[in-house]
């Protein structure tokens, strides 16, 4: 892998790499929208992409058209919209020919739904899914990861562990060999009436342990401490991750929420956006997001796609990181019980 002071560190960078990768064959469900299909283009055109653009034919096929898209007819998949198109997408990938599915003109919850889905989804057995935004901050020095803010409200510990591990695997899938975690709190010390303090205390533990892997973990640390040398080095904190933090791993999807969107939105920065622990990896992009978005998001899923005889089995995870005792249907807030059966 690549050293941590040798990787891309803007998502143009990734991008390049993810050219570099070849072109990976993206699934797209409910592609009947402009932005989608601009995207689909720039992408084919820079050898990023093989698109499989999946909905119904008759909307589909005028846009294609006026974006001056060539495609194979066996690229275009005739379907109906919204959940029935998100199922072919998976199927897709299913029968080996999608490597990868992005969200199209369709709402996130029916979409998730799909993927959840214990018998025809992506699920893989005894993984926790979970949500990453890659940001490219103007003026820093590195891509961050802040997870997860769309998928889990209020995840336990044990869940906090399996969120933490997917990022840190897809960090090591985009080049950086160790990266540094970041467990935030609202205070850098430990203190009992603070539970997101407690866990991060619990989180350092566990990766000094083995039972998170190929990162370098510290908490409870707050944002400015995590993400400023100064900030540490004033605070007096003794720390390999204060100042220099990769990923930043949220108490809940509240305050996740919220960071990501102030760094897009008053901070300036760009955004990638991926659903990690399925079987392939997925692009989840909001439907109002930039061409740019998805082309970054394109780029990294490209660096995510594992070969499907690589999926990690439920047995081959730390018993710690599969055992979560808060149920998964408690924390995704696009789902009710009995959703994803």
Do not use: W
């Amino acid at each position: 892998m690549i050293e941590n002071s040798s990787i891309a560190n803007t998502l143009d960078a990734l991008a390049a790499r993810g050219r570099a990768a070849g072109p990976v064959r993206v699934a797209v469900a409910d592609a009947a929208q402009e932005v989608v299909l601009a995207t689909m283009r720039r992408a084919m055109e820079e050898g990023l992409a093989e698109p499989h653009l999946v909905g119904p034919r008759e909307e589909i096929e005028p846009l294609v058209a006026a974006a001056g898209l060539r495609l194979d007819k066996a690229c275009l998949h005739d379907s109906g919209a919204d959940a029935e198109a998100a199922r072919l997408a998976v199927r897709l990938v299913h029968e080996g020919k999608a490597d990868v599915v992005m969200k199209g003109n369709l709402h996130t919850d029916v979409f998730m739904r799909v993927l959840l889905d214990a018998e025809t989804g992506l699920r893989v057995p005894g993984r926790r899914v979970s949500h990453l935004f890659l940001l490219d901050v103007p003026g820093h020095d590195r891509l961050i990861g802040v997870t997860d803010a769309a998928i889990n409200i209020s995840p336990d510990l044990a869940a906090k562990a399996q969120i933490c591990q997917n990022a840190v695997d897809a960090f090591h899938a985009i080049g950086v060999r160790e990266p540094r975690v970041a467990v935030l709190s609202a205070v850098e010390t430990v203190t009992p009436s603070i539970v997101s303090t407690l866990d991060a205390a619990s989180l350092t533990l566990m990766a000094r342990r083995g039972q998170i892997t190929g990162a370098r973990v510290d908490g409870p640390l707050g944002f400015d401490n995590a993400v400023s040398p100064k900030a540490a080095a004033e605070k007096g904190i003794l720390s390999d991750v204060a100042g220099r933090a990769d990923i930043l791993l949220v108490p809940d999807l509240v305050s996740g929420n919220i960071l990501a969107k102030a760094l897009e939105y008053l901070g300036g920065a760009r955004a990638a956006a991926v659903a990690l622990g399925l079987a392939a990896p997925v692009i989840l992009t909001s439907r109002a997001d930039t061409e740019e978005a998805r082309i970054a998001s394109l780029a990294l899923a490209a660096l995510l796609r594992v070969p499907a005889a690589r999926t990690p089995k439920a047995e081959e995870l730390h018993r710690s990181l599969r055992a979560a005792p808060a149920d998964e249907m408690e924390c995704c807030p696009l789902l009710h019980p009995g959703d994803a059966k």
